[in-house]
Nanobody
């Protein structure tokens, strides 16, 4: 089991930027960011696979950047050009064995952080 601790959420105006961090207490090379808005299902945002390759959902491509610093066991999400529709609770997730079939499927991940709130105002 990998313990995950997120930080870096906050409130920003549309067009602004925020950076999220997720420290993994344990080895985790396949990780992802998900988000969940009130009344909506949890959705994938971005992931890195076992060799550091990023993947993004279409709505954030070109605006968000995911990165994993293996030396610090820390996953980052740099979010630029934020929109009100990006408002959600953001969660870090880990698939320690990199065995998940689909990176966008929450069931592919064994461990989750507590979440950090991102609010974007128009």
């Amino acid at each position: 089991q990998v313990q995950l601790v997120e930080s870096g959420g906050g409130s920003v105006q549309a067009g602004g930027s925020l950076s999220l961090s997720c420290v993994a207490f344990g080895n985790a090379h396949c990780m992802a960011w998900f988000r969940q808005a009130p009344g909506k299902e949890r959705e994938a945002v971005a992931s890195v696979d076992g060799i550091g390759r990023p993947a993004y959902v279409g709505s954030v491509k070109g605006r968000f950047t995911i990165s994993l610093d293996v030396s610090k066991n820390t996953l980052y999400l740099q979010m630029n050009s934020l929109k009100p529709e990006d408002t959600a609770m953001y969660y870090c997730a880990a698939d320690p064995g990199c065995s998940g079939a689909f990176w966008v499927d929450p069931l592919s991940y064994d461990d989750w952080g507590q979440g950090t709130q991102v609010t974007v105002s128009s």
